[in-house]
């Protein structure tokens, strides 16, 4: 399972973690990307990754 949505291509987003003496390190915020079976316009039915987001706005239909 990937961390991108396939219906908006959003990908995990990287920045610092910054402590409070201002020491930097790598961070990563990733996705909240389910693994969703999905109803296809021609009546197929096929395994994807879509992000919560998507999936409240609708943007796919469940099998
Ligand atoms: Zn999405």
């Known amino acids: ?4 949505c396939d219906i908006c291509g959003k990908i995990p987003s990287f920045g610092n973690n910054v402590s409070h003496s201002h020491r930097k ?3 990563v915020w990733g996705t909240n ?4 079976r999905v109803r ?16 409240k706005a609708n943007k796919v239909v469940k099998a």
């Open 25 to 27: 390190t790598r961070k």
């Open 33 to 36: 990307v389910q693994g969703v």
């Open 1 to 4: 399972m990937s961390q991108k």
């Open 40 to 55: 296809q316009p021609n009546g197929a039915v096929k395994q994807m990754s879509v992000c919560t987001k998507c999936l």
